[in-house]
């Protein structure tokens, strides 16, 4: 585990996954992230690359060639070396090798920085190509974050509410977890989605092209909560495990297959292109009160 600490905040990440273990407000005294209580869901904040969701039938094929990642791809698997570290900031590296190149036949350099702003930080992906040819890939975040906050409260008392009045469906999942179609009514003309544990009953809630590029955890039982704000991710996935005491908001650039996906990586919705010598980067940002 390393950490880093200011004034207010302290973030503990784990080398593996690059993946943030804790969000500790040191004024309020407050944890702000899920526990990882594995009888539930075990993990924190995994990273998504080089896919977001699930492949149709775990393949994707590229230049002929048929290839399998499992969902959500294998960089939260990888051990990531620190390639910059100070007091409020750390850099993390995972670099394409043989194993990764079985496959997901393109070379990359995946680097996770989280820095520290007083009360928040940021969480910046950046994505380097040193190949000759052009590499395609997605990247995404699935950070978890406790609800309830404050004691005295519980899971229904807290609700997200996002910057901008919104008119935007939720994208079904298969049972294959795949995008289903059509979509379904979700958010009509609001700001605000109540919490409840059957609104994850079918899975997450799949944004796609929301108005909003920030969205809050609030209650109006307490001051305590937090605010996301996630520009240039096009898709934002919404998610709890059953009966469980968190709510993940998901910033991705990418996006499973639809049901009806040709499964060709180069036609994939959501898929980036990055040319050789490249370099693609999305940040989002917590702020915590």
């Known amino acids: 585990m390393v950490t880093i600490e200011n004034q207010q905040l302290r973030l503990t990440i784990h080398p593996k996954g690059a993946e943030l273990q804790?969000?500790?407000?040191?004024?309020?005294?407050?944890?702000?992230?899920?526990?990882?209580?594995?009888?539930?869901?075990?993990?924190?904040?995994?990273?998504?690359?080089?896919?977001?969701?699930?492949?149709?039938g775990n393949t994707y094929n590229y230049q002929g060639n048929a290839y399998s990642l499992p969902r959500h791809g294998f960089a939260r698997d990888h051990e990531f070396a620190v390639e910059t570290q100070s007091a409020e900031s750390i850099g993390f590296l995972l670099k394409s090798d043989a194993a990764t190149k079985k496959n997901y036949p393109f070379g990359f350099e995946l680097r996770v920085i989280y820095r520290l702003n007083g009360s928040g930080f940021s969480t910046t992906y950046r994505v380097t190509n040193p190949a000759t040819g052009p590499l395609y890939f997605s990247v995404g975040g699935h950070p978890a974050f406790k609800v309830p906050l404050a004691p005295g409260t519980e899971y229904t008392d807290y609700y997200l509410e996002f910057d901008q009045t919104e008119n935007t469906p939720r994208w079904p999942i298969s049972k294959d977890g795949l995008i289903d179609m059509p979509a379904q009514p979700l958010l009509n003309n609001t700001r605000t989605l109540p919490l409840t544990k059957d609104l994850f009953a079918k899975d997450a809630l799949v944004l796609k092209?929301?108005?909003?590029?920030?969205v809050a955890l609030r209650s109006k039982k307490t001051e305590r909560g937090l605010k996301m704000d996630y520009p240039g991710f096009p898709f934002l996935g919404i998610?709890?495990?059953?009966?469980?005491?968190?709510?993940?908001?998901?910033?991705?650039?990418?996006?499973?297959?639809a049901v009806d996906s040709s499964q060709e990586l180069t036609e994939k919705e959501g898929i980036q292109r990055l040319e050789s010598g490249e370099t693609f980067g999305r940040s989002w940002t917590l702020t915590l009160f």
């Open 22 to 56: 804790s969000i500790f407000q040191k004024e309020f005294q407050t944890e702000y992230m899920w526990s990882g209580d594995p009888a539930f869901w075990g993990k924190h904040s995994p990273l998504l690359f080089p896919i977001v969701g699930t492949l149709k």
């Open 209 to 214: 092209h929301p108005a909003s590029s920030g």
């Open 239 to 257: 998610w709890a495990a059953p009966k469980a005491d968190f709510v993940c908001l998901e910033p991705w650039c990418g996006i499973a297959d």
